[in-house]
């Protein structure tokens, strides 16, 4: 199988049987999300078109959109130099959300003045989705 061979070139030992994944928008190229797959989330990415990804909290394979519906039909992939890191051309699907905050990117915060400032619009309430959506809430 094609994605069993493109799997062997990518260097999952060096982090712990994980690379990073970067997600962009295949078209307007702003990145909407970081995230990790295992050789499993990779090949499963390959074979359907459709990002998977592995979630280091839960220890398991997170395809994308399964309970939002904001899945990424994925356009392009490519590997970094020391081929430990890669970036998904995606198409985002859904409610246009790749955050699970309900913003286009993750990445909709900007340091101004020492002040972290939401800069974005919501695109959805993540609310939507039931309460049992998204992380959990951070240790302090």
Same mark, same amino acid.
């Given at each position: 199988?094609?994605s +069993?061979?493109a799997s062997?070139?990518?260097d999952?030992?060096?982090?712990?049987?994980? @690379?990073?994944a970067?997600?962009?928008?295949?078209? %307007?190229?702003r990145?909407?999300?970081?995230?990790?797959m295992?050789?499993?989330a990779?090949?499963?990415?390959?074979a359907?078109?459709?990002? *998977?990804?592995?979630?280091r909290?839960r220890?398991?394979?997170?395809?994308k959109?399964? +309970? %939002?519906?904001?899945?990424q039909?994925?356009?392009?992939?490519r590997?970094? *130099?020391?081929?430990?890191a890669i970036?998904l051309?995606? +198409?985002q699907?859904g409610?246009?959300?790749a *955050?699970?905050?309900?913003?286009e %990117? *993750?990445?909709f915060?900007?340091?101004?003045k020492? +002040?972290?400032?939401? @800069?974005?619009?919501?695109?959805?309430?993540?609310?939507?989705y039931?309460p049992?959506?998204?992380?959990?809430?951070?240790?302090?």
């Open positions: 199988m094609a +069993e061979s062997t070139a990518i999952f030992d060096k982090n712990g049987g994980v @690379v990073a970067i997600a962009v928008d295949h078209l %307007s190229h990145v909407l999300m970081v995230a990790y295992n050789r499993e990779f090949e499963e990415t390959v359907t078109g459709r990002a *998977c990804y592995f979630s909290s220890q398991k394979l997170w395809r959109g399964e +309970e %939002s519906g904001n899945f039909i994925v356009h392009e992939i590997v970094d *130099c020391d081929q430990d970036v051309a995606v +198409e699907r409610d246009g959300a *955050c699970h905050e309900g913003y %990117s *993750c990445f915060r900007v340091l101004d020492g +002040e972290w400032k939401v @800069v974005d619009a919501r695109k959805v309430d993540p609310a939507k039931g049992g959506y998204g992380h959990q809430p951070k240790k302090s």
